[in-house]
């Protein structure tokens, strides 16, 4: 099958009968920009497809279960963009991320505030052992995010891990963990207590809905254990990512681009929370990253390093200079792809043919989404 071949206007997916709600989220990434009558510009087929790889790249150690990371990357007349929703994600939660990668190769980003971003270091759910060599990926990094809560681990092997970096780091260093909503209230509270004594800076998404992270930073409060929360998921898999700052669940906003849909998008979101925010990644390779130092480096304020140094974690990568922490921060500047290292990591032809296939449906989505009368 040709990847310019008109793609079909019926939309085999779960968004083709999508909710307003989730046609409304799709097209956030385009409102307010003056494009068509205010309307999304997306690029035709052909235009999209012109330029496009499929990258298979294998991670260091498992990360959240993947052990190889899959990416495609397009490019547009104003730079590249990466499309690599994580394989279990639905069309409609995955044309998002299309929205971010159309935005950094078709469109571009806002004008950097700052020449480098502060990055945090990324410490998957390893063994205690395994800290120092993970830490030592990061150079320059006084601050490391921390898995807990991994499936068929206990909480003695977060109690170690995290004791283990805060050895490496010093006291000086910065720590903080992130459960990915695993816990229910009851564990988180008793964790995080726990886990006080390591003076620990926030816990991100401890437990999976807004009113469990408002009850878990109440119930800290009243116990007297000073750890911040931030919202991940709560954000950017929500149909209203500003209802966790509404509801008080949260002192701080962790921000992905690509599945808000861009840097424009993702702004948008923080300035009407009114958090401070951390932008992370999403184990993107350096050409996902570089969104993420776009919107990082755009910001007014920010005051906590930020999660874009996990490029450390991938066994290899696309550019001859990957995005890498020195001294602690990640420079603002342009990356392109290196055919040679493109060619290396090419995915083989059924994972390009599934990629190409997945890109067509949201593609499909995007198009009727943006061709649709969209109340203001």
């Avoid at 330029?51 to 150690?61: G, T």
């Avoid at 040679?340 to 499909?364: F, M, P, Q, V, Y």
Wanted: glycine share 8%; aromatic share 6%.
């Amino acid at each position: 099958m040709s990847w310019k071949s008109k793609p079909s206007t019926r939309c085999h997916c779960e968004a083709s009968n999508s909710s307003e709600t989730s046609r409304r989220a799709i097209l956030r990434p385009y409102r307010g920009r003056p494009d068509r009558g205010g309307q999304p510009v997306v690029p035709d087929w052909d235009a999209l497809v012109d330029d496009v790889h499929v990258v298979s790249l294998p991670m260091r150690v498992p990360f959240r279960g993947v052990r190889t990371r899959e990416a495609l990357l397009l490019r547009g007349p104003v730079g590249w963009g990466e499309f690599a929703p994580f394989l279990e994600y639905d069309d409609t939660e995955a044309t998002r991320w299309l929205s971010a990668a159309i935005e950094a190769a078709f469109t571009g980003w806002p004008a950097a505030r700052r020449a480098a971003v502060p990055v945090n270091a990324t410490v998957p759910a390893v063994s205690a052992r395994e800290v120092a060599d993970v830490l030592a990926r990061f150079p320059g990094c006084t601050t490391a995010k921390v898995k807990v809560a991994q499936a068929g681990q206990t909480l003695f092997d977060d109690l170690a891990r995290v004791a283990e970096v805060r050895s490496v780091l010093g006291r000086r260093g910065r720590v903080r963990v992130d459960a990915n909503g695993a816990w229910s209230v009851e564990q988180a509270l008793n964790a995080l207590q726990s886990l006080a004594p390591y003076d620990l800076e926030y816990a991100e998404q401890p437990c999976a809905t807004v009113a469990e992270l408002a009850a878990v930073r109440a119930g800290l409060a009243r116990a007297g254990v000073p750890i911040l929360i931030a919202a991940d998921e709560s954000v950017r898999k929500a149909d209203d990512p500003a209802r966790v700052a509404l509801a008080g669940a949260a002192d701080i906003l962790v921000v992905k681009v690509a599945p808000l849909g861009g840097v424009a998008p993702a702004l948008s979101i923080a300035a009407t929370c009114g958090l401070p925010v951390v932008v992370s990644s999403a184990l993107d390779t350096s050409i996902g990253i570089r969104a993420g130092i776009a919107m990082a480096a755009a910001l007014p304020d920010l005051p906590y390093a930020c999660g874009l140094g996990t490029a450390s974690l991938l066994g290899a990568d696309v550019v001859r200079a990957p995005l890498l922490p020195v001294a602690g921060a990640i420079e603002v500047g342009s990356v392109i792809p290196d055919p040679e290292l493109l060619a290396a990591a090419t995915a083989n032809a059924g994972r390009r043919r599934w990629w190409l296939e997945r890109l067509r449906r949201c593609h499909a989505v995007l198009t009727a989404a943006a061709t649709t009368d969209f109340p203001p």
